[in-house]
């Protein structure tokens, strides 16, 4: 679990970061990870009903390996930078 944050004492929201080793065969069209891990991650929002918790909505997304992206020659002037890599963010950060 990546993080727990309670909206309020009934509501929460979980992220997952989930591993999935030994992949050896995805559906059509689909590429196997070289090694064979695929990397996924969740985001559950909880709300706890009659003393119980329960899933109310989740979101389940594959993870792409990261790799620099280029600027247009415009954003590059403006940046300095000719290269950018792309960062990965928690939930509810800037």
């Known amino acids: 679990m990546r993080s727990l944050r ?9 992220d997952i970061d989930n591993d999935v080793r030994g992949v050896k ?3 059509g069209g ?11 991650q ?3 929002v909880f709300v706890r009903r009659d003393g119980r918790w329960w899933v109310e909505a989740y979101h ?3 993870v792409k390996p990261t790799r620099a992206i280029p600027f247009s020659a415009e954003a590059s002037a403006l ?15 800037p």
């Open 6 to 14: 309670f909206v309020t004492p009934d509501v929460a929201l979980v």
């Open 30 to 40: 689909i590429v196997v990870p070289a090694d064979g891990v695929l990397k996924t």
């Open 42 to 44: 969740l985001m559950e």
């Open 79 to 93: 940046s300095g930078r000719a290269w950018c890599t792309p960062r990965r963010r928690a939930f509810g950060q």
């Open 25 to 27: 065969a995805m559906p």
């Open 60 to 62: 389940h997304v594959d």
